[in-house]
C-alpha cells in the first residue's frame, strides 16, 4: 500500500511551500496524474490540490494579447469569446482533444504537463522505460513503435509529447508564467519544453513546486488565417498520429509571416522553422507549399514501425496550410 499525504492549497504561495519538497506533485483536474498514480506509473509522496486556487480567470490584456489562468478548464478555454475571436486555432486545437467531460475537468496548466501515452511509459509492466526509470532502457526503441518520434528522439527515449493545446500555444508564441521557491518567471513556450536527450525523465524545464500560473498569448497576427488539423486513428477521442497548427499572416496573397508546428512526431511541440522561412515572401502555391512540407520534416529519423509518419506529416502540412489560406 503506497500513502499519500494530501493537502488543499489555501493560495499560490501555500501550494509552492507544500509541494517544494521532492516526491510532491500538484493535483489540478487530476485527469492524467491519477490514471498513471492508479496504473503505478506515478508515485507522488504528496499531493497538492490546486484545484480551488483563484487562477481560472480568462483576461484581455492592454497590450491586445489575453492571459489565461492556468486553472481554466479546457472547456472553458476553448469556448470564451476572446480566445474563439484572437485565437480560434486554439479553440480547434482543445476541442480536437479528448472528450467533453475530460475537457470540462481539465485545466490549462495540468494538460501542458500531461505525460507522453508511450504504451511503454503507460505500463510498468514493461521494466524498460528511462523516461520512467532513468537507466533502465527503452523498450519502444525495438518494440511497437507506431506512434512514436520521427523528430528530435535519443538514443534513450522516442516518446511523443500528447498534448494537442501545446501545439497551437507553441503557433501562437504563449508565454507560460510560474510562481516557484525561486520566484516568478516567464517562460517562451519553446524553451519550456525539452527533448529527451540523456535524461528522458524530464517533459519540461520547470523546477520541483514551480506553479504554472498563467498562460499568456501575445496579439497574434494570424487570428483569421489558422488550422489546427489532427490525423488520428479514430475520429474523435484519439490521440494524434500527426497533427499541424498552422497559421499565416497573409497579405495581398503573400505570405508575410508563418506558425508551422507538428504533433505527433517529437518529444515536444515541433516547429518547423525551415518551413516557415520557405514561405515566407512567397504566395501559397503547389510549389512552396510541397517544398515548405519536405523542410517541415527534414531530418528526420524514422523508427521500424512509423516509416509512414514521414509522409503523413508532409500531406498534413500542404493541408492544413491549404485550409488556412483559404480561410477568409
Ligand atoms: C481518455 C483520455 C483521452 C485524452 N485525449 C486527449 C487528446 O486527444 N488530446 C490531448 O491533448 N489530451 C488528451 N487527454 C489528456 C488530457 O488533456 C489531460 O489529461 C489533461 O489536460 C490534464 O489536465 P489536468 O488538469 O487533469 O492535469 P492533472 O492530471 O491534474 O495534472 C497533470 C500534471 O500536471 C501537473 N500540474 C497540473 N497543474 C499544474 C500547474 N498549474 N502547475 C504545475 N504543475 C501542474 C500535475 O502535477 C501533473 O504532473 C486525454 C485524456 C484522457 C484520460
Same mark, same amino acid.
Given at each position: 500500500?503506497?500513502?499519500?499525504?494530501?493537502?488543499?492549497?489555501?493560495?499560490?504561495?501555500?501550494?509552492? @511551500?507544500?509541494?517544494?519538497?521532492?516526491? &510532491?506533485?500538484?493535483?489540478?483536474?487530476?485527469?492524467?496524474?491519477?490514471?498513471?498514480?492508479?496504473?503505478?506509473?506515478?508515485?507522488?509522496?504528496?499531493?497538492?490540490?490546486?484545484?480551488?486556487?483563484?487562477? &481560472?480567470?480568462?483576461?484581455?490584456?492592454?497590450?491586445?494579447?489575453?492571459?489565461?489562468?492556468?486553472?481554466?478548464?479546457?472547456?472553458? #478555454?476553448?469556448?470564451?469569446?476572446? =480566445?474563439?475571436?484572437?485565437?480560434?486555432?486554439?479553440?480547434?486545437?482543445?476541442?480536437?482533444?479528448?472528450?467533453?467531460?475530460?475537457?470540462?475537468?481539465?485545466?490549462?496548466?495540468?494538460?501542458?504537463?500531461?505525460?507522453?501515452?508511450?504504451?511503454?511509459?503507460?505500463?510498468?509492466?514493461? #521494466?524498460?522505460?528511462? $523516461?520512467?526509470?532513468?537507466?533502465? !532502457?527503452?523498450?519502444?526503441?525495438?518494440?511497437?513503435?507506431?506512434?512514436?518520434?520521427? =523528430? !528530435?528522439?535519443?538514443?534513450?527515449?522516442?516518446?511523443?509529447?500528447?498534448?494537442?493545446?501545446?501545439?497551437?500555444?507553441?503557433?501562437?508564441?504563449?508565454?507560460?508564467?510560474? $510562481?516557484?521557491?525561486?520566484?516568478? @518567471?516567464?517562460?517562451?513556450?519553446?524553451?519550456?519544453?525539452?527533448?529527451?536527450?540523456?535524461?528522458?525523465?524530464?517533459?519540461?524545464?520547470?523546477?520541483?513546486?514551480? /506553479?504554472?500560473?498563467? +498562460?499568456?498569448?501575445?496579439?497574434?497576427?494570424?487570428?483569421?488565417?489558422?488550422?489546427?488539423?489532427?490525423? @488520428?486513428?479514430?475520429?474523435?477521442?484519439?490521440?494524434?498520429?500527426?497533427?499541424?497548427?498552422?497559421?499565416?499572416? /497573409?497579405?495581398?496573397?503573400?505570405? @508575410?509571416?508563418?506558425?508551422?508546428?507538428?504533433?505527433?512526431?517529437?518529444?515536444?511541440?515541433?516547429?518547423? +522553422?525551415?518551413?516557415?522561412?520557405?514561405?515566407?515572401?512567397?504566395?501559397?502555391?503547389?510549389?512552396?507549399?510541397?517544398?515548405?512540407?519536405?523542410?517541415?520534416?527534414?531530418?528526420?529519423?524514422?523508427?521500424?514501425?512509423?516509416?509512414? $509518419?514521414?509522409?503523413?506529416?508532409?500531406?498534413?502540412?500542404?493541408?492544413?496550410?491549404?485550409? &488556412? !489560406?483559404?480561410? #477568409?
Amino acid at each position: 500500500m503506497h500513502s499519500i499525504f494530501y493537502d488543499r492549497a489555501k493560495d499560490a504561495d501555500h501550494a509552492i @511551500r507544500l509541494a517544494s519538497e521532492p516526491g &510532491a506533485k500538484f493535483i489540478g483536474g487530476g485527469t492524467n496524474l491519477l490514471d498513471l498514480y492508479k496504473s503505478g506509473v506515478e508515485k507522488p509522496l504528496r499531493l497538492v490540490d490546486i484545484s480551488r486556487l483563484a487562477l &481560472a480567470d480568462i483576461d484581455a490584456l492592454a497590450d491586445g494579447g489575453v492571459r489565461i489562468g492556468a486553472l481554466a478548464s479546457n472547456s472553458a #478555454a476553448a469556448n470564451h469569446p476572446l =480566445l474563439r475571436q484572437r485565437y480560434p486555432l486554439l479553440a480547434e486545437a482543445l476541442l480536437s482533444g479528448a472528450s467533453p467531460q475530460l475537457r470540462n475537468m481539465a485545466t490549462v496548466g495540468g494538460n501542458l504537463l500531461q505525460r507522453t501515452r508511450c504504451y511503454y511509459f503507460t505500463d510498468p509492466a514493461f #521494466a524498460q522505460c528511462n $523516461k520512467r526509470a532513468p537507466g533502465s !532502457g527503452c523498450a519502444a526503441k525495438d518494440g511497437f513503435n507506431r506512434i512514436h518520434a520521427i =523528430l !528530435g528522439a535519443s538514443e534513450q527515449c522516442i516518446a511523443v509529447n500528447p498534448s494537442d493545446m501545446g501545439i497551437a500555444l507553441t503557433a501562437l508564441d504563449a508565454v507560460i508564467q510560474t $510562481k516557484g521557491p525561486q520566484g516568478e @518567471r516567464r517562460i517562451p513556450i519553446g524553451e519550456f519544453y525539452r527533448l529527451p536527450g540523456d535524461t528522458p525523465q524530464y517533459d519540461t524545464n520547470l523546477a520541483q513546486g514551480e /506553479l504554472i500560473t498563467a +498562460v499568456d498569448l501575445p496579439p497574434s497576427p494570424f487570428g483569421g488565417h489558422s488550422h489546427y488539423l489532427k490525423v @488520428r486513428d479514430r475520429a474523435s477521442y484519439a490521440f494524434a498520429l500527426v497533427s499541424v497548427a498552422a497559421a499565416l499572416d /497573409l497579405h495581398d496573397g503573400v505570405v @508575410r509571416d508563418a506558425r508551422i508546428v507538428l504533433g505527433g512526431v517529437a518529444h515536444k511541440p515541433w516547429r518547423a +522553422v525551415d518551413a516557415e522561412s520557405v514561405l515566407t515572401g512567397k504566395p501559397l502555391t503547389d510549389d512552396s507549399l510541397h517544398t515548405a512540407a519536405a523542410a517541415a520534416v527534414a531530418g528526420a529519423r524514422p523508427c521500424r514501425h512509423n516509416q509512414f $509518419k514521414i509522409e503523413l506529416a508532409q500531406r498534413a502540412v500542404v493541408r492544413a496550410l491549404r485550409i &488556412a !489560406g483559404e480561410k #477568409a
